[in-house]
């Protein structure tokens, strides 16, 4: 929708008092558009706005010269209305409804069957995103559902995420006036804009981009429609909303004045959750300003998705509260995906391995002359433990000193000697059982003998942290 066009139908809604805004406004001109034969009861239903609000409006777009009578669009507002609002269908483009999902795509939208064979080359689910694929009926059926809502034709459309490829189903029945897609994933991005440019969509863009950053300001404040599959967890679907409130279209400047802007919508994919966390989630829809308008069960299918069931709700909201909102939100250190929420509050973290690091040291220095019997307490000591060896590398310094590393079926182990100093250091990274490296420690300690001693161990994987915690072998000193 042009601006201008905005701010014609912002002002109408305000004149006519409407509480629905500029999308009451097109809403009615849209059914009027599609059914110009309706009474003004019937056009009440399909809007939702109430007779009085109706004739209140209609008479303002009579005074605009939008339209020629109060029921009636003539000429005059058919050649309005394609021009300003882009709509193309002068009747219900789809007249069954979404209850059950259409199996036959109509001829005029065989455009889309093209996703049939683009869907095959999707890269494949990142699973630690939550990712699953939407099989091609649920795919085209979310852009016909867009289309029958009126929410294609002429409309700014974003998509928060979109490893599903949906936008490409939107693109190609090349009604939309611009398709934005904001993905984390590059190689989502790289897949959407490669099959955007094979198929020549018109108005087609994409932006990496973590949303758990702060949106980027050309795309605030500019869509119509927001699109997203977000990830199944409370806190990944409220990161979601929040970003498509400040993606949505919420004021317009008019002449120095800024005027409220409600009514945009967003379709919200999200899987099934006990009561209890279903409350959740639609408090959370409410919070952010949003309503459902409509909810259809079940309406997503996916390919092998145990983490939904392989299936997911459809959600049509509006968004109906406006508020001034900061974008500064950064979640970067909060769970949003449905791995990390498991991770953090139902799976102990278990680390990829184990490092030990040792120091033994002594005022009898007889013991670290003697390499060989240095070696085997070391190659008995990863014996004792269970741990497998696969190979042994070792060296003798001159005049003295001794190295010996170990390639263990789980990683490595190392020790080192220094004669003149009275002094073995002990290195032990194994991907196996925490005890296992404390046995080998253990008897180390127990068959050298040092006067003193230290043992350090450090977790080791993805999620850990640099830090060493020491490990209690009894005393530090020989009785």
Not at 91 to 109: A, C, G, K, M, V
Request: glycine content about 6%.
């Amino acid at each position: 929708m042009h601006i201008e066009t905005e701010k014609i139908l912002t002002l109408i809604a305000e004149k006519a008092q409407l509480s629905e805004g500029i999308e009451g406004v097109r809403s009615i001109l849209l059914t009027m558009f599609r059914f110009p034969s309706l009474k003004n009861k019937k056009v009440s239903q399909k809007t939702g706005i109430a007779i009085p609000a109706l004739a209140a409006v209609r008479g303002e777009l009579v005074k605009a010269r939008i339209i020629e009578k109060k029921n009636f669009l003539g000429e005059t507002g058919r050649n309005w209305i394609r021009a300003h609002l882009n709509l193309t269908y002068e009747r219900d483009p789809l007249p069954n409804n979404f209850y059950s999902l259409l199996t036959e795509i109509p001829e005029e939208f065989a455009s889309v069957n093209k996703m049939e064979e683009i869907l095959f080359n999707r890269p494949e689910p990142d699973f630690a995103l939550d990712q699953s694929h939407a099989i091609f009926s649920t795919v085209v059926n979310r852009a016909l559902y867009l289309l029958k809502k009126g929410d294609i034709e002429g409309r700014k459309i974003v998509f928060l995420g979109d490893d599903d490829a949906t936008s490409l189903a939107v693109g190609l029945l090349n009604l939309a006036e611009e398709i934005m897609v904001i993905d984390i994933d590059p190689n989502i991005i790289k897949f959407l804009s490669e099959s955007a440019n094979n198929l020549s969509l018109k108005n087609y863009d994409v932006l990496t981009h973590d949303l758990r950053e702060s949106s980027p300001i050309t795309v605030v404040n500019n869509y119509d429609v927001v699109v997203m599959d977000p990830p199944y967890t409370n806190e990944g679907l409220r990161l979601f909303l929040k970003r498509a409130k400040q993606v949505l279209k919420t004021n317009i400047n008019i002449e120095g004045k800024e005027h409220k802007v409600i009514g945009k919508k967003c379709l919200l994919c999200f899987g099934n959750k006990p009561p209890k966390e279903m409350q959740q989630i639609q408090l959370s829809i409410l919070d952010h300003g949003f309503i459902i308008k409509e909810m259809i069960p079940y309406f997503n299918l996916y390919k092998g998705a145990s983490i939904l069931g392989q299936f997911s709700h459809l959600y049509y909201l509006q968004l109906a509260e406006i508020q001034n909102m900061e974008d500064k939100l950064s979640l970067n250190t909060l769970p949003i995906y449905t791995a990390e929420l498991k991770r953090r509050k139902a799976i102990p973290y278990r680390p990829i391995g184990y490092h030990f690091v040792g120091e033994m040291r002594f005022s009898d220095q007889n013991l670290l002359l003697e390499n060989d019997k240095i070696q085997k307490i070391f190659l008995d000591a990863l014996t004792n433990a269970n741990l497998i060896t696969y190979d042994v590398f070792h060296h003798n310094y001159q005049p003295y000193g001794y190295s010996a590393v170990a390639i263990l079926k789980t990683s490595h182990a190392a020790i080192h000697t220094w004669p003149e100093h009275g002094y073995i250091s002990v290195d032990i990274f194994i991907c196996d059982e925490f005890s296992k490296g404390l046995e080998v420690v253990r008897f180390l300690r127990n068959q050298f003998k040092p006067e003193t001693y230290e043992f350090l161990y450090m977790e080791r994987g993805k999620d850990s942290t640099i830090k060493f915690e020491p490990l209690d072998l009894g005393n530090k000193k020989r009785s």
